[in-house]
């Protein structure tokens, strides 16, 4: 037993209490009154004011349709006078030439079709020119050529068209549902308003110039080779608020972007055709190939509304982060003060063990 009891003996813990000092320093004071109020100021300024803590927040659930309006008139030797209306120059996207050498028709193969080929081989090796043949295609005729880009746009005066945009949003956390055409606004408004940023920012009728204008660029030369502009409606309500509050607000950029010194494949364009008969019978198409201005509309936003849950966790983590301003305190007077040395002789006391002491004592 008394080997064991020495093993056991030999094994001393140690355990930590927490001690209260109390300094009189002015210094010490009034850095410590400095880093409670910073963190606060932080609480209560940031987390409540600014960044509401105490609200339950929601994202946007939102749908939106556009409707473009506006006419004008070209005159060209291929087309000939010419009324353009929203039906001829709205058109949705579609996402949609090579020449193969050859010697005999062993060199094609029919019913083959290349990425940039304009139509389906037929098996056949055809002259070409003069001095060279190519594999036969079928396909329509003319192949389209685009070496050539109309300046000014074709389709110039389209920077004075208008585009109706409606817009529902919807928080689903908190039920509550809007659009952007307010209930203020009537069908006479809408027959007149035209949007401005600073005189009718809430007027769902946009005139296209001053979308692409409002981005930093110019109307007539993005026409030329297309683009995609964003249309970019934010929604931030504050719910404890009257609904009314709760508005939209717009914003316009351009999407893609345009390197000057990398200028491959620059803006936006896609090809349509239009089919009909000649008196013949046969059939024939006008394929456009259609340089023009995408528009995507982005909707973002979030909601808040008070609730008790977000309130609390934000107060006790402010109330945690007091506990930082005794330990930032501690640290700078205990390692980088003149009198550290001191204040560290107070701050920690080593105490032995009561029964280690007393036994110590009936061995002498």
Known sequence: MAGCCAVLGAFLFEYDTPRIVLIRSRKVGLMNRTVQLLILVYVIGWVFVWEKGYQETDSVVSSVTAKAKGVTMTNTSKLGLRIWDVADYVIPAQIPDETTVCETDANCTAGSAGTHSSGVATGRCVSFNGTLKTCEVAAWCPVESDSELPKPAFLKAAENFTLLIKNNIWYPKFNFSKRNILPNITTAYLKTCIYDAKTDPFCPIFR???????????????????????????????????????????????????????????????????????????????????????????????????????????????????????????????????????YREKKYKYVEDYEQGLGNQMDQ
């Open 208 to 342: 296209l110039g001053t979308i692409v204008e409002s981005a930093g660029h110019s109307f007539q030369d993005i026409a030329i080779e297309g683009g995609i502009m964003g249309i970019q409606i934010k929604w931030d309500c504050n719910l404890d608020r009257a609904a009314s509050l709760c508005l939209p607000r717009y914003s316009f950029r351009r999407l893609d972007t345009r390197d000057v010194d990398h200028n491959v494949s620059p803006g936006y364009n896609f090809r349509f055709a239009k089919y009909y008969s000649d008196p013949n019978g046969a059939e024939r198409r006008t394929l456009i190939k259609a340089y023009g201005i995408r528009f995507d509309i982005i909707v973002f936003g979030k909601a808040g509304k008070f609730d008790i849950i977000p309130t609390m966790i934000n107060i006790g983590s402010g109330l945690a982060l007091l506990g930082v301003a005794t330990v930032l305190c501690d640290v700078i007077v205990l390692y980088c003060m003149k009198k550290r040395y001191y």
